[in-house]
């Protein structure tokens, strides 16, 4: 790899929103095991057409858009992951709803979510993600949580800056919240535009959706 990273170590997280159920059973076909959506509805009715479909029970399923705290107990019956906390909030709401999930046994995985808390790198709350201040305490939270795992960081490079300087801000929160929190090692970043940047950064998950199944169609992306 060009970052003299070892490709074991970056997980690929295929974004499959606004594709069909038919391509994430393709991608899984190919070997790809995670797969990202944006938007609970959607994904939750994808998770449960390619459940119908019988195939890759194995495969993770990675929330990576913004969450509301209404969706937490939808969203805890099908993702192994969620990439988007941004607030106190929705910590409980998703530690309650892994709770009941996995008493219906809905949830496949070690019945545990693994959850990044997002960082707002440029502090514009439209886009999601708490300022860098408010990470170490919500990293706290969830590593409290008796149904969560705090799998580490995640950012979105804010529209206009150089993807280095996002990616280094990012790397450097991430060694904050490990000083505290040895094993959330994570670090989710890098899209189909700025993969490259973010490995070099130390991404440990790449969320890709264009690079690999071609442009969405605008409106809907
Ligand atoms: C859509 C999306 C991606 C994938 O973006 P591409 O540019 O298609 O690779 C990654 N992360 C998030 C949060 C997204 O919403």
Redesign the pocket.
Known sequence: MAAGRNPDDVTL?A?T?TRPASDVVALASLGVGDV?E?KDQEARAKHAEVGEAGVAPALRWHL??QLQSNKANSVARYAAAV??LDRAKLVAALDRGVNRASSARERTASGRLQVFVQVSLDGDPDRGGAVSAEVPALADAVATAAYLDLAGV?A?APGGWEPERAFAELAAVAAVVRQQHPTATGISAG???D?EAAIAAGSTHV???????G??PPLL?
Do not use: D, F, P, T
Not at 207 to 213: K, W, Y
């Open positions: 997280v974004v929103k990202g944006n990576v858009g990439h988007s995640m979105v899209m189909s535009g993969l969320r890709v959706g264009s690079a690999l199944l442009s969405r992306g």
